[in-house]
């Protein structure tokens, strides 16, 4: 029976219920105006009008950031909409160590990703802050542990080995498609661990227009007279939607008789319990939700771009493709780790990461007051030479055997909000790579540029490649 007729009128009920309570509170631009910010020491930055700073920042950063860092230096403010609050970005790794080991109390990130709000939820990782954000982490820390991830490898090459077996001798195609479609099934399977072909083809659909949001569509969660309209209406339809469809597959999975023995993420975030202080503490329906979407929109599209990207670098240099080939057939894990790093500092897929002060804090020599945000800038911090040499040069052994000085690699941010995913991610990366790589090898047919999607940095022409047995 297909999931749609599975769902009785008591979870559609709940589940709508629970929608319109997270777009009433998770307003990325409402609620009081906070208090203003004394902008007068802040640092140099463009004195363009609010809509160019944002649109340079959300739409054109690979060009806009690095010129900033050219005329401005290592530290540069942005102010973007709604209300020009400022953002101050560092591009140096010490700055970065001063950020990351901030106060949580102080440097607060769950104000910095409020854009994402009324997609995540309240309850999710990369909203929380302060005591919640430390109970949240502790409770998933056991789904990513060493123990749960070599449990996730053998579902992970499975579905991998079952994507490479779609494709055909001399094809070619744009490989960001055939990676989003990959994790997209690592995600449905292996975290949601939804195996039933009827319910993954509800879910398929749902989870893609989550992902397949632009810019302009984020802002529309800021301004909800635009969800009346088009596509953000369509985006309101599917949040609907998808939480009808979760929320049946929370429930029935908590009375699932093989609970227990299952592997998938979901199934052990809800027998995961904490029994500190003689009391039982364990995720809530609504909290599960959050912490799913989050994994969704954490994992699926940054991991697919990362493996484009690496398809791509290799597909153009015979000598590291025949290198490469040989790792995935010898077991050289470490190897196609390095890759898979490498392509993450040469295409970052996030641009930055962000903490708003609480309190006035000082950085790099910098004072700034409360309700700045500020954060290192992930492009810069992947390109500057002192970091890396050679930077524009894809260069995998800077990773084999060690790691480039600390806070100059930073895909996954670092200090206590270090993204709880990135041993997941390395290691669906490393499954991937390995039965691709096993079975063909690729010739990259056009060059390609980054573009942003969302939240994310994607290759342009979709990273297209022809693979050859």
Known sequence: MALDEQVDGRVSELAGRMTERRFARMRPFGGDSPPPVDESGLPPGPRWPLILQSAALLRFRHQFVPWAHR????????RILPKGRPLVLFTRPE???EIFAGDPEVFHAGKGNAILGPIMGEHSLLLQDSVEHKRARKLLMPAFNGQALRAYTGLVTEVARAEVATWTDGETFRSLDRMNRLTLEVILRVVFGVTDEARLAALRPRVNRTVDVGPSVLLGWGYPFLQRFGRWRRTVDNAYELDRLMLAEIRERREA???????DVLSQLITIEDRGDAQV???GDEE?????VTLLLAGHETTASALAWTLVELGQDPAQLERARSAARDGDDAWLEALLKESMRLHPVIP???RTLQRPATIGGVDLPAGVTVGPSILIAHSRPDNHPDPEVFRPERFLGQNPPTNTWIPFGGGVRRCIGAGFSLMEGV???REVLTSYGVETVQRDVPKVRNITSVPRHGARVRVTR
């Not at 008789?257 to 592997?263: F, I, Q, Y």
Request: charged residues 30%; neutral net charge.
């Open 71 to 78: 005329r401005y230096g290592d530290v540069f403010t942005v």
């Open 95 to 97: 700055h970065a160590k």
């Open 257 to 263: 008789p093989d609970l227990g023995e299952r592997t």
């Open 281 to 283: 503490d364990r995720l």
């Open 288 to 292: 599960l939700r959050d912490q799913l």
């Open 352 to 354: 930055m990461v962000v």
């Open 431 to 433: 499954a991937v790579l």
